[in-house]
């Protein structure tokens, strides 16, 4: 059994490091703080938030763990926190739940509230749908007075309930706000220009509503132990490949384990992983990754292109190498805001090492970005 996961979130078993971040959303959510985390698509949030709820539930609290990924009206947003209840409360509470549910105002089609013309969102939300997001919304409330308990409701992809309507933060924020000790709450988000728009901007509803709590790079020295621990209990030996699966991965949680997973499809038991076999698992991976990552490049605008190869090939200046592509004329401000609309997606992060003063967040799309002209 290969025991590198890429693809989906990992256990508190295969989870890296990430104790302080565990301890401090445990600390926060038991004093009844609410908490947000942001980072980059596959740093582990999920896995963390798992973690987080395990450790909770041991302190006797209900997880409820709502992924709001891709919704589009508010009656998507009722139906996934109904779902969450549904799947995720065990025992007592999940008796407790299907008596509630039964009294819930019914939840619409999935598809209605899209707008008519299908593309923008709603500027208010539909009364029937929002009243059953609303029910849905008080259901800690309710098993609080109930039941006295607790719960830790994570709302992970937080930033997409905006698809549904640019007050759904409002919605939201006029029902918990009421929860008081009954629910602690976790935001989640993978975006973080709008996730810094929904905390910080003093026109939203969450305006400081929620600590900040980051997910930075996994450090190398922990990788190292950990993928060399793996490799031998599975009666490898990790030596030669080590310095390309740490420089490659560059700490990146996910592209790291996607590396050493394919590495380890390299190695046959009692073999050595050796750089061989690592070159053979980054073609494979790059192989397998190449119509993701051109879906990237082409989603992006040009002065985006540029950018990206300038902090890709670590060239000496944003601004030079732009201009040098004539970003939208000289002088313009062209190459600074393509920079942060990449920021903002999570797709770029401030880096003082580098000398464009940023990094591409996917070291394998940097890698790609490089040698793009030389493949097809
Ligand atoms: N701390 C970590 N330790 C080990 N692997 C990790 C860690 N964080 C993320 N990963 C890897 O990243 C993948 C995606 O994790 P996930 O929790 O789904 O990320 P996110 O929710 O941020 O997109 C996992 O399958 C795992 O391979
Ligand atoms: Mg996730």
Redesign the pocket.
């Known amino acids: 059994m290969n025991p590198f996961?890429?693809?989906?979130?990992?256990g508190a078993d295969?989870?890296?490091?990430?104790d302080t971040e565990t301890k401090t959303l445990v600390d926060r959510a038991i004093d009844g703080h609410n908490s947000r985390l942001v980072?980059p698509?596959?740093?582990?949030?999920?896995?963390?938030l798992g973690r987080v709820g395990n450790e909770l539930a041991k302190e006797g609290f209900a997880y409820v763990y709502v992924n709001f990924f891709g919704v589009l009206t508010a009656a998507d947003i009722a139906q996934r926190i109904e779902l969450a209840y549904s799947q995720q409360l065990t025992g007592r509470l999940a008796a407790w739940f299907a008596a509630v549910r039964r009294g819930l105002t019914p939840t619409l089609g999935a598809h209605a509230g899209v707008g008519v013309a299908g593309v923008s969102a709603q500027v208010t939300v539909d009364p029937a749908a929002q009243q059953s997001v609303l029910e849905r919304l008080a259901l800690p409330r309710r098993l609080h007075d109930q039941r006295g308990t607790r719960a830790l409701v994570v709302f992970d992809e937080f930033q997409d309930v905006l698809a549904a309507s640019d007050q759904m933060d409002a919605v939201i924020r006029s029902e918990i706000e009421q929860h008081g000790d009954a629910a602690s709450y976790i935001f989640a988000g993978?975006k973080p220009g709008m996730m810094r728009e929904l905390f910080t901007s003093k026109r939203r509803a969450f305006y400081a509503q929620a600590g900040a709590v980051d997910l930075g790079t996994?450090d190398p020295q922990d990788l190292a132990e950990y993928l060399y621990a793996r490799f031998e209990r599975g009666n490898r030996t990790l030596t030669g490949a080590i310095d390309g699966l740490l420089d490659v991965g560059a700490g990146h949680?996910?592209r790291t384990?996607q590396l050493a997973h394919f590495l380890w499809e390299q190695t046959p038991a009692a073999e050595v992983a050796d750089e061989e076999a690592f070159a053979r698992a980054l073609d494979t991976v790059m192989n397998e990754i190449t119509d993701e990552l051109r879906a990237v490049w082409t989603g992006v605008t040009d002065s985006q292109r540029r950018v990206m190869v300038a902090v890709a090939e670590n060239l000496a200046g944003l601004h030079t190498a732009a201009s040098q592509a004539r970003v939208g004329g000289s002088r313009s401000g062209a190459p600074r805001k393509a920079a942060q609309a990449l920021v903002d997606s999570g797709d770029l992060v401030a880096d003082t090492r580098t000398r464009t003063g940023y990094r591409l967040v996917d070291p394998l799309l940097a890698l790609w970005v490089r040698a793009r002209g030389q493949t097809s």
Do not use: H, W
């Open positions: 996961e890429y693809s989906n979130p990992v295969a989870l890296i490091d990430r980072a698509r596959r740093y582990g949030k999920t896995s963390l993978s996994l949680p996910q384990m």
